[in-house]
């Protein structure tokens, strides 16, 4: 996996709640095998007037001039603000590829569904929860300044605004030790494989029937 | 800390105790997996990655597949017309006969959609972890399990370790309480429950369902409560073992026998939460209050009984809510203040993870016995959720009632749940649907779904609008 390191990227503001995995990447690019590609269709209903499937060209369709993705301030912005409840539905993680895959490398929103949240972590994209008034300040300021950036630092926790306002936010220690060393977690528990048998062999006296 | 109890202990609690390899510091845990159910949309980079780091399977036997998203729900002969989704399907036969797992293959009497094949072989067993990369894993709580989706890179996670890191979620009880009324099935319970806490009212939690009117339910009607937990934002819902739960997985291929079944069910009937156990939320409803219930918005949160109107974005006072209604609105089709059961529909879809098991289509076949589809309704189609579902409602000629109504009867699989086969809306097109999500898009581009029961979806297919099942004459 990818490290995570300090950026400053461009903010790109998904002014709308409950943003379900559907909408991120709809599901006839699931059909594809790879992990990579999915940027090009990220938010494909909202982003494209005409209906996309997989194997076109997508450079050539016609993009909605009024998504925000395709508004030339906010194009190839690194950082999504969102409102609550982002990345509901489904469990695909293509969702995250998609984000990852366009460039977006954080995603700050007041809440986030769980199974996004988690998978966010394994492919090195950075979910950040911040307070519902701080991300409404952000909305604010993204809206006012054109090119509104933010700074993001993970080994100190901070979310850093232009003016040098810095906001604080949690993520779990573990989380945190994997994604700034760009840590594989099937690495990290398969160096507990002792542990595992041994459970395992304590599980088949207890439970003997799920170990037929 | 949350999901910490001194004295009793919640059915979660126990679950979770007894997955336990080892614990971080900070609390993540590595848990034991029982249980992976693996579909050919979230798996392909999983065994690919396998394959990159050169690792095998930890344990094949807790492992089973099936091909469920992209297959045709017509006949299956000549195998799967579009290219990309025969690939993907032709990949998982591939991955698992290459890491030797056991696979229900497309032309199996036993494939079907992952959350039906899983409970009906047995594979899901009470007291279990189970995992899927299908956020629908919830289903399978229903048996006392701790069920939940994954992403892919968790998939090959579990492939690889048999185990997760995970932190524990907090603790729900949704308790509903008394009997329903006439006409009101799982569904609407659930549906009840997702408008009255919302899509995001379960996020961090583990929902228990309780409560007399759970109780009552069949394993299906439990399943399907189970299912739509997601749709709550928890990722688990359970319900604790009693004797219905024993009953419906004695008998089956995986389940154990002899001796080994008398121990396992000794076992599994302490499978409920302590009388002194605490959870971190209470939720109670009253199942005499629920009526029939009809999404109208784009978000299963946007529900309202049957009898109801469609909601007024004005009369919404906070600002947030109100964009989101008027956008919702707008993408349906719907004005304010219409009667719901003045909405016309389009097309009827019976099946999905949440509402194709054989009660779910003895259902809707009851309400369409002796009366035919509306002429307003392009297409009613009724998917199995599996091989042995369709043929047992064959064997009940539950098929022979459809067909003679104008409904079609199809072959096993995902289908217009979220339309990666053939089966879709076209933009515009208004779906009275059994499903479990009605996101914009999500049956297809444009097209306008509206989550009801099986009996409801029949309803709306004889009646060609929405309709309380009991007022059908």
């Not at chain 1, 293509?94 to 199974?115: C, E, K, N, Q, T």
């Not at chain 2, 690919?48 to 297959?71: C, F, I, Q, S």
């Not at chain 2, 219409?338 to 289509?361: H, P, Q, W, Y």
């Amino acid at each position: 996996m990818r490290k995570f390191e300090t950026m400053t990227g461009k903010v790109v503001p998904m002014d709308r709640p409950n943003v379900d995995t559907d909408a991120i990447i709809p599901k006839q690019y699931l059909k594809s095998i790879k992990r990579t590609g999915f940027g090009v269709t990220l938010f494909d209903d909202w982003r494209y007037l005409d209906p996309g499937e997989p194997g076109m060209d997508h450079g050539k369709r016609r993009e909605n001039p009024d998504f925000v993705l395709n508004q030339p301030r906010y194009r190839g912005g690194q950082i999504l603000l969102a409102r609550k409840n982002f990345g509901c539905g489904s469990s695909r993680e293509h969702a995250v590829w998609a984000l990852d895959d366009y460039g977006i490398r954080v995603v700050i929103a007041p809440s986030f569904a769980d199974i996004f949240f988690n998978n966010s972590f394994k492919s090195g994209l950075l979910p950040i929860v911040l307070p519902e008034d701080v991300v409404d300040r952000l909305f604010q300021e993204t809206f006012a300044s054109e090119g509104y950036a933010l700074t993001v630092d993970l080994e100190a926790q901070t979310v850093v605004t232009p003016s040098g306002q810095a906001y604080a936010f949690e993520v779990d220690e573990f989380r945190k030790y994997c994604l700034l060393n760009g840590f594989d977690d099937i690495g990290l528990t398969l160096r507990h494989a002792d542990e595992i048998r041994a459970y395992e062999a304590r599980r088949a006296r207890e439970a003997p029937w799920l170990f037929n | 800390m949350s999901g910490q109890t001194t004295g009793g202990k919640t059915l979660y609690d126990k679950i979770w105790n007894a997955h336990v390899v080892r614990s971080e510091p900070d609390g993540t845990a590595l848990i034991y997996i029982d249980r992976q159910l693996v579909h050919e949309v979230t798996s392909p980079q999983a065994f690919e990655g396998l394959r990159m780091a050169g690792r095998k399977p930890w344990r094949t036997a807790a492992v089973l597949a099936v091909p469920d998203h992209n297959v045709p729900t017509t006949d299956r002969s000549q195998g799967i017309a579009d290219p990309v989704s025969r690939e993907q399907v032709e990949t998982l036969d591939a991955n698992c006969q290459a890491f030797g797992i056991t696979e229900f293959r497309m032309n199996d009497i036993r494939q079907g959609i992952v959350h039906v094949i899983g409970p009906e072989a047995g594979f899901t067993l009470p007291g279990t972890t189970i995992v899927c990369g299908d956020s629908h894993t919830s289903t399978h709580g229903a048996f006392g399990a701790l069920a939940f989706g994954i992403g892919t890179s968790e998939v090959e996670h579990v492939l690889a370790t048999q185990c997760l890191l995970q932190k524990k979620s907090k603790s729900m009880l949704v308790e509903v309480r008394g009997r329903v009324g006439p006409g009101v099935t799982a569904k609407d319970i659930v549906l009840a429950i997702i408008g009255e806490i919302g899509t995001a009212g379960g996020t961090g939690y583990a929902i228990e369902f309780g409560g007399e009117a759970i109780r009552a339910l069949s394993m299906e009607g439990r399943m399907t409560v189970c299912n739509m937990a997601i749709e709550a934002g928890a990722r688990a819902g359970m319900v604790a073992v009693d004797e219905t739960t024993v009953e419906y997985v004695q008998g089956r291929p995986y389940t154990p026998t002899g001796d080994m079944w008398d121990q396992a069910v000794a076992a599994w009937f302490d499978l409920r939460s302590d009388d002194d156990a605490r959870f971190d939320r209470v939720v109670t409803i009253d199942a005499v209050a629920i009526r029939p219930q009809v999404t109208w918005g784009t978000s299963p949160e946007m529900v309202l009984p049957v009898d109801a109107r469609v909601p007024d974005p004005a009369q919404e006072k906070d600002e947030v809510k109100a964009n989101g209604m008027r956008r919702a609105l707008e993408y349906m089709g719907l004005k304010p203040g219409m009667a719901i059961s003045d909405i016309a529909v389009d097309k009827v879809f019976i099946g999905s993870c949440t509402n194709s098991r054989i009660e779910d289509l003895r259902a809707a076949a009851a309400v369409v016995k002796g009366r035919k589809k509306a002429g307003n309704v392009k297409l009613a189609m009724v998917v199995p959720g599996s091989g042995l579902v369709k043929q047992q409602a064959e064997q009940e000629g539950l098929d022979r009632i459809f067909l003679e109504a104008g409904f079609e009867w199809r072959e096993p699989g995902c289908s217009m749940c979220l339309a990666m086969n053939a089966d879709r809306l076209e933009p515009g097109e208004r779906c009275a649907s059994t499903s479990n999500r009605n996101f914009e898009g999500r049956q297809g581009q444009g097209g306008r779904t509206h989550l009801v029961s099986p009996a409801m979806a029949a309803a709306a297919g004889v009646a060609g609008h929405f309709i309380d099942v009991c007022d059908l004459k």
